[in-house]
């Protein structure tokens, strides 16, 4: 399962490379919609980690072993760091894209896990796919 657990490792260094930066996002926001955002980008971190736990333990469970230092996440992650000024738009428009990323990236963990007759796994990154869906579009009709 050594592809598989790779590509778990993946998202699993984007959720917390998105963790760090919905944190900055958190603390820096400015504008009309500071209040809103600022509660919505908590909830996503807080959503963050709660789903980076699960693909961790979940690459435990299959016996796999899941990175665990910025270094190693920062270096297999396709989300990049935040970048320091951002206005509350741009600030929505890169957390929309990198949701999009995480989406696209857990379809292809899911296909690999298909492949694998892992259901469990699937199944876990799937429902990740679909809380991430919906986030996208409340993101996206906050930006109009």
Known sequence: MT?????????LSNWSVLYIKLHHYHWYVKGPHFP???????ELYELAALKLDELAERILAIEG????TMKEFLAHSTIKEADKAKTENDMLAATIADLQELIEGLKGVSEAAEKEQDTATSDIVIGQVEELQKQVWMLKATIG
Do not use: G, R
């Not at 809103?36 to 908590?42: D, G, N, S, T």
């Not at 072993?65 to 665990?68: D, E, Q, V, Y």
């Open 3 to 11: 592809k598989l657990t790779d590509s778990l490792n993946v998202q």
């Open 36 to 42: 809103v955002l600022h509660a919505k980008f908590e």
């Open 65 to 68: 072993k899941p990175l665990s």
